[in-house]
């Protein structure tokens, strides 16, 4: 497949701001940052250093946007297949480089070039049908969590799990993987917010608050994800989210 | 020779002075300029305090890397504080200066100024070292981190022949003279300009870090 070079060239003008090319110039290369890397601590092969991520990067911009597959591949490798975004390394590093920002900024060059990892691919398609990255639909959701509160009802027999309560202080929102495959999960948070008496809600609409287009690259789908879950806060004037792991 | 030598220390010098002093301004300002169009968030983000904090601790060593990599640590802050007090402190530089500006201050002796130029050559020995022999270090290496090094190591290395008349004395003190303005020069256009995008990366770290209350770091 022929990678798009003006959609990568116009991805890779925004995101040369004020950050990433300081980054990228002052780097020295000291290698420190492997020190706080986990990738390189449980396998300390050189590449996976964390300044080694911005190779492709750099190689991206030496050629002003004109990539090939073959670049994009060993991008992808790098980038996507090596770095979680944790931020270990800004900690190690004596100028604070982040690491994170650069990752994602060679990340939004293969989500331009239509490389998006096929995992990240198919979350981003649920959320966009359904609302949430496992593609689990509405009904389902609710039925769970009123499974889960019978559950915790029997073990504390006032236990609530308010649904869309306007004006409640907090919104608790959730990883669709609770809900889906370990609702004991959403048992135990319930049990720890009633048990705390937080006057907390649940919503119906942007509950999930993972955002996998931030872990993507896709900046217009991130935008959509964490919007959702603004937009539930909003609807219900809460006063603050209570976001997923 | 001679006139070479009065080349590299009076106008040469002299716009090799502006160009660091203007390039390293204009480093901070078109940092702020930039960040204004493409990454607003670093400026509404400033937290002066924050900013203060992670840059203090990162001028100490008593942080994370000095803990993991001892050595690095050492040989990193032995290279920068013998090079920036031989540069500013050394006697013949004080000298120089108050010849053509009347200004002088407190200076090294120069047994201090020697044992400080070898302290410094032997940490960039130590970096160097790193570079081929460490697996991750040399893959990440590239072709201009030598050329930095070698930019950063030759008014030193030349500074202290000169100084203890090592050599032919007039060629050696003209390629003293003339790595430092290489140097000078080099400093806003290089990745030397961490000299001063130091303090700008850690201000931006440091006011993120801030932001979730996380420590300096």
């Given at each position: 497949m022929p990678v798009d070079v003006a959609a990568v060239k116009e991805v890779l003008a925004a995101k040369q701001g004020a950050r990433l090319k300081m980054w990228l110039e002052i780097c020295a290369r000291c290698g420190l940052c492997a020190e706080g890397c986990h990738f390189y601590q449980s396998d300390p092969r050189p590449e996976y250093a964390p300044a080694y991520r911005l190779k492709p990067l750099m190689e991206v911009i030496r050629r002003g946007g004109e990539v090939d597959e073959e670049l994009i591949k060993r991008l992808c490798e790098v980038d996507y297949g090596t770095c979680t975004m944790c931020q270990r390394c800004t900690m190690y590093c004596p100028y604070g480089i982040g690491v994170n920002v650069l990752v994602r900024a060679a990340r939004s060059i293969a989500v331009a070039a239509g490389a998006t990892p096929l995992g990240l691919a198919r979350g981003q398609a649920n959320f966009e049908e359904s609302g949430n990255n496992l593609g689990m639909s509405g009904p389902d959701y609710l039925e769970t969590v009123e499974w889960q509160l019978e559950e915790l009802q029997a073990e504390l027999p006032d236990a609530k799990a308010p649904m869309d309560a306007a004006g409640a202080r907090t919104m608790v929102t959730f990883h669709p993987r609770d809900i889906k495959f370990y609702p004991q999960n959403l048992y135990s948070y319930l049990k720890i917010y009633n048990a705390c008496g937080e006057d907390f809600t649940l919503t119906?609409?942007?509950?999930?608050?993972?955002n996998l287009g931030l872990f993507s690259g896709n900046d217009a789908i991130a935008a959509k994800m964490s919007g959702a879950v603004v937009a539930a806060a909003e609807r219900l004037g809460v006063r603050r989210v209570l976001t997923a792991e | 020779m001679d006139a070479l030598y009065t080349l590299a220390t009076g106008p040469l010098l002299m716009f090799s002075f502006a160009v660091f002093a203007l390039g390293a301004a204009a480093r901070v300002a078109l940092f702020v300029r930039l960040a204004r169009r493409k990454d607003l968030p670093v400026l509404q983000g400033f937290q002066p305090h924050w900013a203060a904090r992670s840059i203090l601790h990162w001028l100490i060593p008593a942080n994370v890397t000095a803990k993991a990599s001892p050595f690095v640590t050492g040989f990193g802050f032995l290279f920068h504080i013998s090079f920036l007090a031989c540069a500013v402190f050394c006697q013949a530089h004080v000298v120089l200066i108050d010849a053509a500006w009347s200004l002088s201050w407190w200076t090294l002796p120069d047994q201090a100024a020697d044992l400080l130029a070898q302290a410094f050559l032997a940490a960039a020995a130590f970096f160097a070292a790193r570079r081929l022999l460490i697996p991750v270090v040399r893959t990440l290496t590239t072709p201009a981190d030598w050329l930095v090094l070698a930019i950063a190591v030759a008014p030193m290395l030349t500074g202290l022949l000169a100084a203890r008349q090592i050599g032919d004395y007039n060629l050696m003190i003209t390629l003293h003279a003339l790595a430092g303005n290489l140097l000078l020069l080099a400093i806003p256009f290089t990745k030397l300009s961490h000299m001063i995008l130091f303090f700008v990366s850690r201000a931006v770290t440091g006011s993120d870090f801030g932001k979730r209350q996380v420590g300096a770091w």
């Open positions: 119906s609409e942007g509950w999930d608050s993972t | -």
